[in-house]
Nanobody
Framework: QVQLVESGGGLVQPGESLRLSCLAS????????MSWYRQVPGKEREWVAT??????NYADSVKGRFTIFRDNSKNTVYLQMDSLKPDDTAVYYC??????????WGQGTQVTVSS
């Protein structure tokens, strides 16, 4: 039974920071690439960042502001979000994925950036 549980979301003002966490269980964590996505109601789910091995990739909309990193000893992947903007408001989801394997998704955590 695979579970991904996001946490760390909340309400912040523009320019502030949040750190999201995704705790994984039921899989060999180090063998999976981990990604963050976000979704606004009525819009498509948007890819945000990926940690694949030792490399990272970011969507242009968050590059330079967000950082993805992982702690394999804790089976946790993080998304550090700095200089937050109102357009960052969304439900954020983590995903575990690997070649020839199923993709697994968390339940999401709400991030709201508002004055």
């Amino acid at each position: 039974q695979v579970q991904l549980v996001e946490s760390g979301g909340g309400l912040v003002q523009p320019g502030e920071s949040l750190r999201l966490s995704c705790l994984a269980s039921g899989l060999s964590f180090s063998q999976y690439a981990m990604s963050w996505y976000r979704q606004v109601p009525g819009k498509e789910r948007e890819w945000v960042a990926t940690f694949n091995g030792f490399s990272t990739n970011y969507a242009d909309s968050v590059k330079g502001r967000f950082t993805i990193f992982r702690d394999n000893s804790k089976n946790t992947v993080y998304l550090q979000m700095d200089s937050l903007k109102p357009d960052d408001t969304a439900v954020y989801y983590c995903k575990a994925h690997a070649s020839s394997r199923l993709d697994y998704w968390g339940q999401g955590t709400q991030v709201t950036v508002s004055s």
